[in-house]
């Protein structure tokens, strides 16, 4: 998912193509997803939000879905009705432009960790404690935990029964929002990138 706006960012750059030591989040994404051993396949989904990531991306081979850009929930539902036109049987892995550090092995965790699960969604979640060590920021909670921004969803456009993974693994907080997030990340790049 690459067509935010970003605005929390506070930057004249669009948030897939910030960078973290001279390299955009979008590509720390696309690095670990092809580090994958179960992704088969990466669409990026960006928006009229987002026309110099679209235009950086021409430098790769990636499909392009472009979503209408309203907000999250409405662009994952013009996803899922693009997929569904296609196959209601499609697993779909979403994952955030702006989660530089989440690692092909804990990728293929989360992956697993769904098809073991026999529901038809999986969110990833993280404690609150983890975003309160790092001294990061987060949006929501619930019970304690916070969503991380990655999701598994059947191709079908409705609600689904989900299961609720919860890892306590501390790269799964950078989910880079704003400048203080960014300033954080900075200080974890090569712990986390070797």
Known sequence: MAGGRGTRLKTPVEKPLFKLHNKPLIKYVLDNLNSSKLVEKIIIATSPNTPETVEYMDNFNYEILDTPGVDFVHDLSFILDYFEEKSRDDTLLFINADLPFIKGECIDFIIN????????ALSTLIPVSIFEDLNLEYEFEYKG?????VNILKSINR???????????EELAFNINTLQDANVANKYTFKYNE
């Open 159 to 169: 609600v689904q029964d989900e299961y609720q993974l919860v890892l306590n693994k």
């Open 145 to 149: 935990l916070v969503p991380v921004g």
């Open 113 to 120: 960790s769904y098809f073991e699960c026999k529901k038809e």
